[in-house]
């Protein structure tokens, strides 16, 4: 992954936007995050029932595909020269707008909108991002998403 000085990062702020590469969201990934979270709801894990809803089958969690944005961003966005972290601050809104078929495959579009300096070494990023559904003209998701960057020295 490539580095960028916080300076330049700063300056790119509305125009530094970034497309990862696709994800198949498959059954086995949905099963086991419906363990993790203990949301077993039938239309994530039981095909049978999901094959009688209207989606014709199982769909990912919402929060499935919204997890999914730590990886986007850690195999697309450029890493700050001398950050010693980052931290997730949490989102200002997020939309989910179409459900994600199991064996679909996403990926994340990435935007850094806006870098603002909160303390000394401090910088909070607000990001634009959405997870495209393959052959979709709907994205899964849209969000605004807030990143903490911790530079050291």
Not at 61 to 68: I, T
Not at 79 to 98: H, P, S, T
Request: proline share 3%; aromatic share 10%.
């Amino acid at each position: 992954m490539s580095k960028m000085k916080i300076d330049e990062y700063i300056s790119q702020a509305g125009s530094l936007e970034r497309t990862s590469d696709w994800i198949t969201v498959d059954q086995e990934l949905i099963n086991k995050f419906a363990d993790a979270t203990y949301d077993h709801q039938f239309i994530h894990v039981d095909e049978k029932m999901a094959k009688m809803t209207p989606f014709g089958g199982t769909i990912a969690h919402g929060f499935l595909s919204l997890s999914l944005l730590s990886h986007f961003a850690e195999t697309t966005m450029p890493r700050i020269e001398g950050a010693v972290m980052a931290i997730n601050y949490g989102f200002e809104k997020v939309r989910f707008l179409n459900p994600v078929p199991s064996g679909a495959r996403v990926r994340g579009n990435m935007k850094v909108a806006e870098v603002t300096e909160r303390e000394t070494g401090q910088y909070l990023t607000r990001y634009e991002v959405s997870v495209e559904i393959e052959n979709s003209d709907k994205p899964a998701l849209i969000a605004e998403w807030l990143g903490l960057t911790i530079i050291q020295g």
